[in-house]
């Protein structure tokens, strides 16, 4: 299991200029490190998941890709254009987001808790958001690549415009930190590996039968339910920017309520970190 060095945390304290004087208790126990500061301590994690992940979750973003390129072609045969053809490829395309940054995601943390990776972590002088944020940031960052490209390949498959796809530049953050708060805290809470994974794939099936199937051809019950999963908002800013015409104020409403989840949701993750460190 890698993990972050405890030189690259110690390094990044002493660039943020923190106090890097060993500090011990009143009854002669060894110096402790000096604690890293939030942004520094990020970074760290940041870059050490990302060394990570490119060597293991290369592979499987092809996969993400090509599912969601796979479904755009099945559901070519059944949709023609217009409203049902813009949710189709702004679900494909924001599904990629889910697969790595709520499936993985969820997978990663469980197997962290259960083989005590977490215990590595909580030696270290790294504050438990930077954790979070660091892991969930390096998966969400590999989402990228396959989004767009799902995106321009659904686009010219459908025959929708792309003159907005710069659009994608919000959709994948915002939704990514929405998906990968989800993934984390579901990883961490889940009481063993098994059920981790197994909650990562529910998550997932949620995003693509919420996600990429048209809202207008389903029940109302489910239609309800699909406003709860965060990524139906990336999914609705997206499909209003093949719009000859976006109502802007209505995509950047969509955009906003991905990241008020997404706070919302790296705090419970967070807090689910620091539940499950201490057990």
Not at 34 to 48: D, E, G, I, S, T
Not at 121 to 145: C, H
Not at 230 to 259: H, I, K, M, N, Q
């Given at each position: ?149 799902t995106a321009v390949v659904g686009s010219a498959l459908f025959g929708l415009p792309m003159g907005h796809l710069w659009v994608l530049a919000a959709v994948v ?9 989800l993934g984390a805290a579901l990883g961490l809470l889940a009481p063993r590996q098994e059920l981790a994974t197994l909650c990562g794939q529910l998550g997932m ?52 309520v991905c990241a008020a989840v997404g706070v919302v949701s790296l705090a419970a993750a967070t807090w689910a970190y620091r539940r499950a460190a201490v057990r």
């Amino acid at each position: 299991m890698s993990a972050v060095s405890a030189e690259a945390v110690t390094a990044g304290a002493v660039r943020s200029g923190g106090d890097t004087r060993p500090r011990s208790g009143g009854d002669g126990a060894a110096p402790l490190a000096p604690r890293a500061k939030l942004l520094p301590a990020l970074a760290a994690v940041y870059r050490a998941q990302l060394s990570r992940a490119r060597v293991a979750r290369i592979p499987l973003l092809f996969v993400a890709t090509f599912q969601s390129v796979g479904i755009m072609i099945m559901m070519r045969g059944v949709v023609d254009g217009g409203a049902e053809a813009r949710a189709v490829v702004a679900g494909s395309s924001v599904l990629v987001v889910a697969f790595v940054a709520l499936n993985l995601l969820a997978q990663y943390f469980g197997q962290l808790r259960a083989s005590g990776g977490l215990d590595h972590y909580a030696t270290l002088p790294v504050p438990p958001a930077a954790v979070v944020l660091g892991a969930a940031g390096a998966y969400a960052s590999f989402t990228v690549p396959g989004t767009a490209v799902t995106a321009v390949v659904g686009s010219a498959l459908f025959g929708l415009p792309m003159g907005h796809l710069w659009v994608l530049a919000a959709v994948v953050p915002l939704s990514g930190a929405a998906l990968a708060g989800l993934g984390a805290a579901l990883g961490l809470l889940a009481p063993r590996q098994e059920l981790a994974t197994l909650c990562g794939q529910l998550g997932m099936s949620a995003a693509l039968l919420l996600g990429v199937l048209p809202a207008a051809h389903m029940p109302a019950p489910i239609a309800y339910a699909r406003d709860l999963l965060p990524s139906t908002y990336g999914v609705e800013a997206l499909a209003r920017s093949f719009d000859a015409r976006p109502d802007w104020a209505v995509v950047a409403a969509d955009l906003g309520v991905c990241a008020a989840v997404g706070v919302v949701s790296l705090a419970a993750a967070t807090w689910a970190y620091r539940r499950a460190a201490v057990r």
